[in-house]
């Protein structure tokens, strides 16, 4: 047990020295201070924590009263026990009423072990209340996962930020943070690693802005800073550090991770003048840097008006599906060492009536939120299988169709492929699934055992936008995959004159895999000249030709056949 850190207030040395006897025999290790003025209880009160006063009533000099009141002012609830003499009923009932404890007459100290141990328990109990009250206030403001203030506490600190920048005639700007492929680490690695990353993200959010700033999770992978008494121009250099800083690997479960985010920005007075409407601003920008991945993106009203979001989207995309707005683009996949065409990708594009032609980035996270891509899915195979002609240098020339992650978690999906397969009379040779990685990720055991059907049936399976996920090698090793594609970003990183160690080692690890290589997004012929050099298999992108109807690009690879014959 503790030592009993008891502070007296009392005029006699040997009525002091009774009390801590009995409080001895009762088993308290006593450390005990006497005082026996004003002064000197204050001193006493600032200088050491103690747990419990014992006060004389009557002194000469001071009085109980007068010491419990100015214990009082610092310690409401210190437990302050009186031992006095004789001083009637009345006096006590008066005494107990100022706030002390318990009043025990010096003549019998019996009372006094049981009296002081019921107080110091009670008094933990009241502590113990008080802080659970207060760690109750606390959450109501806060996250306990990243303990950053929490969506209640952020719009209370915009709403007064707003007020003060209508004052100051100062500016203030909201960024919005969505982290990219959250819910793949999540379901992929468990959600004890996903907290990990939350808890960095707040750690790296914090550190990344001023300590004025307001950093607060609102929600899931969703974070929020505002930004007080700044411009649109700091505003953007607050989002660049941010995504900056996340750049640098994770760790969750001993390995490294890649975390991206897209931010949207917007500001009051530019964008909008309540705190409803530029968060709501902020989250449209957002959702528009998702979609063209490029990290942060201000508002604009016009971006606004023509992607007005999820919902009317949404709405009109299933009458879209019915009603042919959808259409196909084809892109030709070439052997760098031959030259040969050896499949097309299909690209889908949405002619929408009002908002002009959209491109997939546009819709296609709207279609897999609303449980709408199977459907586009089924279309883009159907539409594909029948119009590209088979003419087209017959079934060598495979066809690529691009599959949303949600679709291979049906169980039947391989089925309906065959079925397809067999009513066009293609063979499964032919076709080719792109597939991301992440995909795989999000639920291991379900698509490998679709994917591994589908390989059995003879069809080709690729992983798209390879680099750009986490997947190991030996997730890698247990996908029945015939080919990977380089993502883009790393290809046109080449054209910048970037290092080329990433491609090179993708290179080497993909054919040590026993697999073929693609490059996506080849826009120069000196990055295919490099591709060629590094031992990359085959190559796609605008400096071959862009995507475009099946007409052109059969054409297109007719002229080619004929050239060079
Ligand atoms: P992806 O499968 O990685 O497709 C390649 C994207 O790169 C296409 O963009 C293509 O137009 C573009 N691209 C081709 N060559 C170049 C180049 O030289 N430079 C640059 N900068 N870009 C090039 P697109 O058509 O906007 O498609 C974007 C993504 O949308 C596709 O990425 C694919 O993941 C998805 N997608 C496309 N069609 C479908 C579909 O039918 N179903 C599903 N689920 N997703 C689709
Ligand atoms: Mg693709
Ligand atoms: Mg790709």
């Given at each position: 047990m503790p030592p009993l850190r008891l502070l007296q207030v009392e005029d006699t040395e040997d009525d002091a020295a009774l009390v801590q006897l009995a409080l001895s025999r009762a088993g308290y290790d006593v450390l005990a201070r006497r005082v026996e003025t004003a002064d000197a209880l204050r001193r006493e009160l600032h200088q050491a924590e103690w747990d419990l006063v014992i006060a004389d009533y009557t002194m000469p000099g001071f009085s109980g009263t007068k010491a419990l009141a100015i214990v009082r002012e610092q310690h409401p609830d210190l437990p302050?026990?009186?031992?006095?003499?004789?001083?009637?009923?009345?006096?006590?009932?008066?005494?107990?009423?100022?706030?002390?404890?318990?009043?025990?007459?010096?003549?019998?100290?019996?009372?006094?072990?049981p009296a002081v141990e019921r107080e110091l328990r009670e008094h933990a109990v009241r502590r113990e209340r008080h802080l659970a009250n207060q760690r109750v206030a606390y959450l109501a403001y806060h996250d306990s996962l990243t303990d950053l203030p929490n969506r209640a506490l952020f719009l209370d600190r915009l709403q007064q930020a707003i007020l003060r920048s209508h004052r100051d005639e100062k500016g203030l700007a909201v960024l919005l943070i969505d982290l990219d492929g959250f819910k793949e680490i999540n379901d992929a690695l468990g959600h004890h690693a996903g907290d990990l990353v939350l808890q960095e993200v707040a750690t790296r959010l914090r550190g990344a802005l001023r300590a004025s700033d307001t950093v607060a999770r609102l929600g899931g992978d969703e974070f929020a800073v505002l930004l007080p008494a700044t411009d649109v121009n700091r505003a953007e250099l607050a989002a660049r550090k941010v995504l900056h800083d996340l750049q640098h690997p994770f760790v969750a479960d001993n390995r490294p991770l890649l975390v991206s985010a897209s931010i949207g920005i917007a500001g009051?007075?530019?964008?909008?003048?309540?705190?409803?409407?530029?968060?709501?601003?902020?989250?449209?920008?957002?959702?528009?840097?998702?979609?063209?991945?490029?990290?942060?993106?201000?508002?604009?009203a016009d971006r606004d008006q023509?992607?007005?979001?999820?919902?009317?989207?949404?709405?009109?995309?299933?009458?879209?599906?019915?009603?042919?707005q959808f259409v196909l683009e084809y892109q030709p996949i070439v052997d760098i060492k031959t030259n040969q065409v050896l499949a097309v990708?299909?690209?889908?594009?949405?002619?929408?009536?009002?908002?002009?032609?959209?491109?997939?980035?546009?819709?296609?996270?709207?279609?897999?939120h609303t449980g709408l891509v199977n459907p586009l899915t089924s279309f883009v195979l159907d539409r594909a299988l029948t119009e590209w002609p088979r003419s087209v240098r017959g079934d060598a020339c495979g066809i690529a169709i691009n599959i949303s992650p949600r679709s291979l978690h049906h169980s039947a999906f391989a089925g309906r492929i065959q079925d397809m397969l067999e009513q066009k009379g293609v063979d499964p040779s032919s076709l080719i699934l792109e597939i991301t990685e992440n995909l795989v990720m999000s639920d291991p055991d379900g698509a490998i055992r679709c994917l591994d059907e589908l390989h059995d049936m003879g069809v080709r399976l690729v992983i798209d936008d390879f680099g750009k996920g986490y997947s190991s090698l030996s997730y890698l090793r247990r996908l029945p995959v015939d080919e990977i594609k380089i993502d883009r970003s790393f290809i046109l990183a080449l054209a910048d004159g970037e290092d080329d160690t990433l491609v090179r080692c993708m290179i080497e690890l993909a054919h040590n895999l026993g697999l073929t290589?693609?490059?996506?997004?080849?826009?120069?012929?000196?990055?295919?000249?490099?591709?060629?050099?590094?031992?990359?298999?085959?190559?796609?992108?605008?400096?071959?030709?862009?995507?475009?109807?099946?007409r052109d690009i059969a054409d297109w690879i007719d002229r080619r056949d004929s050239a060079s014959l």
């Open positions: 302050f026990i009186f031992v006095s003499g004789t001083i009637g009923e009345d006096t006590a009932v008066a005494a107990m009423r100022t706030g002390a404890h318990d009043y025990i007459m010096k003549g019998n100290l019996t009372r006094l072990a009051v007075p530019w964008h909008a003048a309540t705190s409803d409407d530029v968060l709501k601003k902020a989250d449209a920008a957002m959702y528009v840097a998702k979609n063209h991945r490029s990290g942060y993106i201000v508002y604009t023509r992607l007005t979001g999820h919902s009317s989207l949404a709405s009109s995309m299933r009458q879209a599906i019915d009603g042919r990708e299909s690209l889908v594009r949405w002619n929408h009536p009002e908002l002009g032609r959209l491109l997939p980035d546009d819709f296609i996270r709207v279609a897999e290589v693609i490059a996506e997004g080849v826009e120069t012929e000196e990055v295919l000249e490099q591709l060629a050099a590094l031992g990359c298999d085959a190559a796609q992108g605008y400096f071959l030709v862009k995507p475009g109807p099946s």
